[in-house]
């Protein structure tokens, strides 16, 4: 059999591609669909999960975007090669409507074998917290940024673009099985492996008004995302959080980040809390030992941790329906080599004490302070779900930069 394609038949190439794609498409959908299936128990709160099924859920998120990618890199190799070759003719040609519809569909599968997976990967690029690429090239992707924003709109546009692949699919295969069974032609046979016994296809002319209709639904499918809400931006609505008042305090925070970081499969996870109050007095630097006082309390609602945000809201880890606010009281003592805040961290009915070194830089009425300090999840029971690091470090490092004012 030759390798390539003539007039009448496809090639080995081409049959290798087609079928290749065949098995990595129905290998990704049922694995992203199970994958799907898990992940939403895991995050409802009345069905027991174990440590076991997050791992579980995992693997198979790692398997689907592994074949994805790997789809994406078949259907561009399959489109390049297309490109060089002769097309087969169709042998319905003479029925106009039909070779039409037929040409449209593959139109609409080459793209879908390219949009899915790329905005899958886009989706997993742009995500804090997910489950990795099994493959050693990195889980980024250039020019895309970590972003709720291009996270969402890309997760919710490789869903829409899955239907449509579903749809060209089923009417792809619908096609090829009314060639075989109905009309009892050789369209399935010459596409299959060996030699074939199609006949030469009627002569015919390749038009462009397929690729054009096929742009059409393309555009039609983006407009009717866009009246779902595809394009909307719902990664920062927090109607629930918890909104914290004003504090007096000596020292007026005028811009500051409190972030934290944990390890997820292996990979950290950043997250931001954009709701935090701090009461601050501050004496003397050159006070010998203690030199002034802290008070924290931060809204655990307006914390944003990738795609993993809903999971800590849970009644296992931060039980924020309960436990809505997080504090830190301390007292601020100078030491050798900078300051330390010492004190009770309360983290839902939880409380630890823990030193938080940082620097200081005081300009005048100006200070600039940062520091970091580590945390043990399961000291404070969140988590607790998660007694191993299989999934979950144990670790949570925290880190406060912070510009404050004084008080005039």
Known sequence: MPSTNSFSAYGSVTKTFHWLTALLIFTALPLGWIANDMAYAIRDPSVPTTEEDI?????????????????FFVALARILWAMTQTKPGLLNADNKPEAFAAETVHWMLYASLVLVPLTGWVHHAAAEGYAPILWPFGQTLPFVPKSPYVAEVTANLHWLFIWVLAGSLALHIAGALKHHVIDKDSTLRRMLPGRSDAPKPPAQQHSIAPAFTALTVWGAVLVGGWSIGVFSDHSAAASDTAQLTEVQ???QVQNGNLAITITQ????VTGNFADWT????????????????VDVTVSITSL???????????????DSAQFPTAQFKADIYKTAT??????PLTIRDKSVDVVLPFTLNLQDNTATMSGELELNRLDFDVGTSQPTEGSLGFDVLVSVNLTAQRGT
Not at 280 to 289: G, L, R, S
């Open 55 to 71: 791992a579980r859920a995992a693997q198979l998120f790692s398997l689907h975007k592994t074949v994805g990618v790997t789809v």
């Open 249 to 251: 305090s000596d020292w």
């Open 265 to 268: 499969l292996g990979s950290p």
């Open 278 to 293: 701090a009461a601050i007095t501050f004496e003397d630097p050159a006070a010998p030992e203690l030199a002034g006082s």
């Open 304 to 318: 944003s941790l990738g795609t993993v945000t809903d999971q800590a809201m849970g009644a296992d880890f931060f």
């Open 338 to 343: 900078g300051y330390e805040a010492r004190g």
